[in-house]
């Protein structure tokens, strides 16, 4: 089979592959960068980072490639907007905004040009998207890492969704391999979104430790908590996870970084330990399959890996 290309806007794929943006700082410059090079879009997650830190990267990024790069945030951070806003002064190439639903985040992009892609998990929000003006949709199942919309796989939603709207489709959760993306772009998917494969990346912006740790995982190991963002998340079970799985871990100090919390952890604290490598009291998210990642590959070696299982399809 050869894959279709993705086009968002006036920007085209060679590679219908979204890498996922996954915060805090696993998906920097370097990442989204090798990303865009194979001809996929890259994304730099920009939830946690300051400004001046997300013009950096966003400027690094367009140094190490002539791809397509964009951005991920969290509609649930307090300073969501003035990110859009700072990402787009910047030039970047399209906004891919989840963990909630924002209508303003529309206008932003029709004033300057710049595709907004949600990430939804249902018709009705993807019909919302399309009537206010979204370029595409990420339609994220059950599989998927992070924080979750759904309790419905992937593959239940990509049909109803693509039969309800006209924009690209690109679907997310639970994509490692070949099969999966011939399987959903047969469903009616315009392109998929891999996560988990990129965190365990070469370029991935994690610490050895981590890396390792997603290795070592178990399919028992993977959990669903709940976030202080007031959404379930599916994580790995630390030490710190499984504290938070008893209950609340109140946080000691609070950075009033989101626009609701629920105080029962810090989650930008707890990723942000994570990353630099403290498996033991920080906060590892996943994707549902992430216990069958067995190496840790270079960007290059995992685009060419897709293309072969994809040629033997």
């Known amino acids: 089979m050869k894959l279709p290309e993705l086009k968002i806007g ?25 990303v865009a090079n194979e001809g996929g879009i890259g994304l730099i997650a920009a939830s946690g980072m300051s400004h001046d830190e997300l013009r950096y990267e966003i400027r690094l990024a367009r140094s190490l490639t002539k791809g397509i790069i964009g951005i991920n945030i969290m509609v649930a951070a307090r300073d969501f907007a003035e990110v859009v806003k700072t990402a787009i002064d910047e030039g970047i190439d399209l906004v ?72 690209p489709v690109i679907a ?48 028992e190991d993977v959990v669903v908590i709940h976030s202080p963002v007031g959404l379930p998340g599916r994580a790995v079970r630390t030490p710190f996870t499984a504290k938070v799985l008893e209950g609340p871990v109140p946080p000691t100090t609070c950075d009033a970084c989101l626009k609701a919390c629920k105080h029962n952890f810090c989650i930008i604290r707890s990723l942000i330990r994570a ?19 067995k190496s840790i590959l270079s960007v290059h070696d995992i685009f060419a890996q897709l293309k072969a299982e994809v040629a033997a399809i």
Not at 14 to 33: C, D, E, F, N, Y
Not at 113 to 130: D, F, H, M, N, Y
Not at 277 to 283: A, K, N, P, S
Request: cysteine-free; proline content about 4%; charged content about 20%.
């Open 96 to 167: 891919v905004a989840g963990a909630g639903f924002s209508r303003d985040m529309f206008g932003l992009g029709k004033e300057s040009g710049t595709p907004i892609v949600p990430i939804v998990s249902s018709v009705k929000l993807a019909k919302i998207s399309e009537r206010l003006g979204a370029t595409a949709i990420v339609v994220e199942g059950k599989e998927a890492g992070g924080h979750l919309g759904t309790d419905t796989s992937v593959r239940e939603l990509i049909p109803d969704i693509r039969a309800a709207v006209k924009l």
């Open 172 to 219: 997310a959760g639970g994509v490692l391999s070949g099969q999966d993306v011939v399987d959903l772009i047969n469903m009616g998917a315009n392109g998929i979104q891999m996560g988990s494969r990129f965190a365990a990346s070469e370029e991935a912006n994690g610490a050895p430790v981590l890396k390792e740790y997603y290795l070592k995982s178990k399919p």
């Open 10 to 34: 006036t920007k085209i794929a060679k590679m219908p592959v979204v890498q996922g943006g996954m915060a805090i700082r696993l998906s920097t410059a370097r990442l989204a960068a090798a």
């Open 275 to 293: 990353q630099q490598g403290d498996v033991e009291t920080g906060l590892v998210f996943t994707g549902e399959r992430l216990p069958t990642i």
